[in-house]
């Protein structure tokens, strides 16, 4: 069983950005299910959620409709994100959503990156663009990324999405359902352990454990 | 004073007022925090607590000048702060200043711990913002020697090394000053207060309550993992901020202006998004009662409320009134009613008083034989 999460930056309604989300994802399950992998997948819109993001910027906290979504984020195996093209680099509201984002959520999460733009120009947005990005975020992203400028859905843009999609599936079995990081308890331990080894008095009586 | 104690925290920030477009002096803003000190201890309330920063638009650089002018113009009044920042000041100056502010005061001071929010401020004052927590560890550990131990021999990473220190003045009646550490939502400093058994404060004012539950959460858990205490006698302290008017509406619509403008969360959520987010109450009197006392249902019995009622740039006039509400209708229901159902075993807020009895019965302990503390239950 594997557990995807698709968050797909697209503004206008219908959105060619959620329709190229939406063929990924399919194909992604597609291939999984081929190969005996019970997958489910959610879609995370960004629009619906763009001024709980600015607030979240502005104010340091997330809402709780906010937090839910971080929250099937951190419970996903896999990742599938798309942001249109815009300036050069992805939309600012695709940026500001991880930005948001609890740092480590995406530590060790395979994610295959996807975007739209008007002409094919502006296709390595996703080798200069997304893909530091995510790396920066400590993913694993998947070698080959999908871009569809406005022509490409005339042409061979399902050979694409299906060879983005078997390097993808492939990557997901081999890396199996995530482990979870408690960061949490990982600070506190580090803290115990901190404690005990520098406090300059000797420390209270032995924890009850 | 048993039981609870309630007061005031100021950020102390110079901000214009949105409704007139002016903003105090620094002098006028400095002089408005020792009227305001007083008003708290003349309405009945009985903390006052000023924060810490080294940068404009805020005041309050030198927290133990500011709190040593009150002390000599109050004569019950806690004074505190929030935060002292452990990470970039020399904890044998920290220990000195409130040596003497302890000394000057008659015991009524006391003092959280912070590692401080702006960045800057570390290499200012010759720090490094990575070693944050080690650097925090380090400095308190020392502090807690210098106010503890006669004659101090110290090596550490962080500061020069000390050998034949010994704190002038030592600190009154032998006691040091409570320390509580404040927090947000960093574990590391809930687990620092759990660990030597001091007081936890959680910050509780710009984040939803969730937060607050879970950091207390854990530091009354951890407080009992080092056998302090039952989690239940962990010491606890909150913040809290409101705004009130008799009639609800009329608050609202007076502070929104101030919500819509303030430095921290300004021009982005709604003020009634924000209230319902987080602990903010703006309404009537009874609005903020029933609103503080449901704090106790997810961090338990506590021990401080403090309260942020100054900053935004609202003028000093409206800060004087909302503490004649508070003294008048607010704080004396909230001692009442905090103290029905507060189970024996939950102690008192901390002051000097107490711990200087608490410190007179542990060394008649330690006369006689063997004697293992007993905990009600």
Known sequence: ?209 | MAGMQFGIFSVGDVTVDPTTGRAPTEAERIQATVTMAKKVEEVGLDVFATGEHHNPPFVPSSPTTLLGFIAAQTSRLILSTSTTLITTNDPVKIAEDFSVLQHLSGGRADLMLGRGNTGPVYPWFGQDIRAAVPLTVEHYGLLRRLWREKVVDWDGEFRSSLQGFTLAPQPLDGVPPFVWHGSIRTPEIAELAAYYGDGFFANHIFWPASHTERMVGLYRKRFEHYRHGGADQAIVGLGGQVFMRPNSQDAVNEFRPYFDNAPVYGHGPSLEEFTAQTPLTVGSPQQVIDRTLGFRDYVGDYQRQLFLIDHAGLPLKTVLEQLDMLGEEVVPVLRKEFAIGRPERVPDAPTHESLVRAAAEAAADDGSDDTTEEVDT
């Not at chain 1, 993913?139 to 050979?159: K, M, N, Q, R, W």
């Not at chain 1, 990982?186 to 300059?200: K, P, Q, V």
């Open chain 1, 1 to 209: 069983m594997s557990k995807l999460v698709v968050v797909t930056g697209g503004l206008r309604e219908p959105s060619s950005t959620r329709l190229l989300a939406d063929r990924i994802d399919a194909a992604v399950r597609e291939q999984l299910t081929d190969q005996g992998v019970e997958t489910t997948s959610e879609i995370i819109e960004l629009r619906p959620i763009g001024r709980a993001i600015m607030d979240a910027l502005l104010t340091g906290f997330a809402g709780s409709d906010l937090e839910a979504v971080f929250e099937a984020i951190d419970d996903a195996d896999g990742m599938i994100a798309v942001s249109p093209a815009f300036n050069a680099s992805y939309s600012g509201l695709f940026k500001s959503f991880f930005d948001v984002l609890p740092e480590e959520t995406l530590s060790d999460m395979p994610v295959l990156i996807a975007a739209t733009g008007g002409t094919e120009r502006h296709s390595l947005v996703l080798e200069h663009a997304m893909r530091p990005m995510f790396s920066y975020l400590h993913a694993i992203v998947s070698p080959t990324g999908v871009y569809a400028a406005t022509d490409d859905f005339g042409a061979h843009l399902s050979e694409r999405i299906g060879q983005a999609a078997r390097d993808f599936a492939r990557l997901l079995r081999s890396c199996g359902p995530r482990q979870h990081r408690d960061v949490f308890t990982e600070e506190i331990n580090a803290m115990e352990s901190l404690l005990r080894d520098s406090a300059a008095e000797p420390g209270p009586g032995e924890p009850l454990d």
